[in-house]
């Protein structure tokens, strides 16, 4: 099986994976090993669910109208997992840790949205999506050294 045919070597705990933000740029190494289409949503800010949607909107690249319901910002990422052509299909949420420590309430609706956009890709669009939290805190685990 070819590299971009086998499931990311990364260890998870299941739809979503926790990674130290530290190892970053080794995240983004392994991903490129595997032809992953990665895109990045910089939580750095988010705070609130104003925030959160904003920071959703600019990764969508959406301008037209903000964000402001749950079942639209479902849509529009499901979208654009489908619109990207390709898969596997790799978000990866830079500091979510800061959305854990200003509302975790929040946080869990957010994670739970995305883990079910997870089964959705796969179980109806047939594409490999994996979402990454990185984070600065003792629940974002660094990488271990893996040899092949």
């Given at each position: 099986?070819?590299?971009?045919?086998?499931?990311?070597?990364?260890?998870?705990?299941?739809?979503?994976?926790?990674?130290?933000?530290?190892?970053?740029?080794?995240?983004?190494?392994?991903?490129?090993?595997?032809?992953?289409?990665?895109?990045?949503?910089?939580?750095?800010?988010?705070?609130?669910?104003?925030?959160?949607?904003?920071?959703?909107?600019?990764?969508?690249?959406?301008?037209?109208?903000?964000?402001?319901?749950?079942?639209?910002?479902?849509?529009?990422?499901?979208?654009?997992?489908?619109?990207?052509?390709?898969?596997?299909?790799?978000?990866?949420?830079?500091?979510?840790?800061?959305?854990?420590?200003?509302?975790?309430?929040?946080?869990?609706?957010?994670?739970?949205?995305?883990?079910?956009?997870?089964?959705?890709?796969y179980t109806v669009d047939e594409i490999d999506l994996y979402i990454f939290l990185t984070g600065d805190t003792d629940g974002?685990?660094?990488?271990?050294?893996?040899?092949?």
């Amino acid at each position: 099986m070819a590299d971009s045919e086998a499931p990311i070597p990364i260890p998870s705990n299941g739809p979503i994976s926790c990674v130290a933000h530290c190892d970053r740029a080794r995240l983004d190494e392994t991903l490129s090993k595997f032809g992953a289409h990665v895109v990045s949503l910089d939580g750095s800010q988010v705070i609130d669910q104003a925030t959160l949607f904003d920071a959703f909107a600019t990764l969508l690249q959406r301008e037209e109208s903000p964000l402001t319901k749950w079942a639209a910002l479902q849509d529009l990422l499901h979208q654009a997992v489908i619109d990207a052509g390709v898969s596997p299909v790799v978000l990866v949420w830079e500091h979510a840790d800061r959305l854990v420590a200003a509302d975790v309430e929040l946080f869990l609706n957010v994670t739970s949205l995305l883990a079910g956009l997870v089964n959705t890709a796969y179980t109806v669009d047939e594409i490999d999506l994996y979402i990454f939290l990185t984070g600065d805190t003792d629940g974002y685990p660094r990488l271990e050294d893996r040899t092949e």
